[in-house]
């Protein structure tokens, strides 16, 4: 079974500019997430998505992040203006939830590391 | 306060020994805990899954949840070098979706 996708891997901008991450699920997975993984600390859920609508994206800072998920499968993260403080790796997962309380078993991809010059 | 405290360490521990991780947590309605490992450059991976209080075994590892404290442990027997990496806890309620992450626990194994 392939794991989730990401690209790119790496990705160096100057602070103003836009950038975006694009991400594959696992096949058959409804839900995705996109978190922001700052150095020395764990991940903080930025939007998720059930199937391709929102279900949380209360800490995504709307004024410069902006997600789709179309079709409902690959997704993709965006930001513009970046700040310095954006330098983080950008992760995605996905889990085969199947409804309200039921388990989270969360599938990460190998993430996005922004450096914001 | 946190909703998930976790020591972010280092913890350095020779080959062979007994590791134990913690997480302390302040969220009562919280009955999904999980232990995920994480490699350098890569995304984290599910280690142990427990619902509410109890013990769960998976080989070399053990993970236990007090819920009356708050408290959850992840115990590594005959540890190996190749089980340094980053250890993160992580949480959820069975009303919300959404799963809250310790800062991690950076762990290392000397051959």
């Known amino acids: 079974e392939a794991g989730v996708a990401q690209s790119p891997r790496y990705k160096i901008i100057e602070k103003r500019q836009s950038v975006a991450f694009w991400c594959n699920p696992i096949?058959?997975?409804?839900?995705l997430y996109w978190y922001q993984q700052i150095l020395g600390q764990g991940p903080k859920l930025l939007i998720q998505?059930?199937?391709?609508?929102?279900?949380?994206d209360s800490q995504l800072p709307k004024d410069r992040f902006s997600a789709e998920r179309l079709k409902g499968v690959d997704s993709t993260l965006k930001i513009q203006p970046a700040k310095l403080e954006d330098s983080a790796v950008y992760l995605c997962a996905s889990s085969s939830r199947r409804g309200e309380g039921t388990n989270e078993k969360l599938f990460f991809g190998s993430g996005t590391q922004l450096s914001v010059l | 306060q946190k909703e998930v405290e976790q020591d972010p360490g280092p913890l350095s521990v020779p080959e062979g020994a007994i590791v134990s991780l913690n997480c302390t947590y302040s969220?009562?309605?919280?009955?999904?805990f999980m232990w995920y490992r994480q490699y350098s450059r890569k995304g984290p991976e599910l280690l142990m899954y427990t619902y509410s209080s109890g013990n769960k075994e998976d080989g070399r590892f053990t993970a236990q949840v007090d819920k009356s404290s708050k408290y959850i442990s992840l115990f590594i027997r005959d540890s190996q070098p190749s089980d340094s990496a980053t250890y993160l806890c992580a949480m959820g309620t069975s009303s919300a979706s959404k799963i809250i992450f310790g800062s991690g626990t950076r762990l290392s194994i000397r051959p």
């Open positions: 969220n009562s309605a919280f009955q999904y």
């Open positions: 096949s058959g997975h409804a839900t």
């Open positions: 998505f059930q199937n391709n609508g929102v279900v949380d």
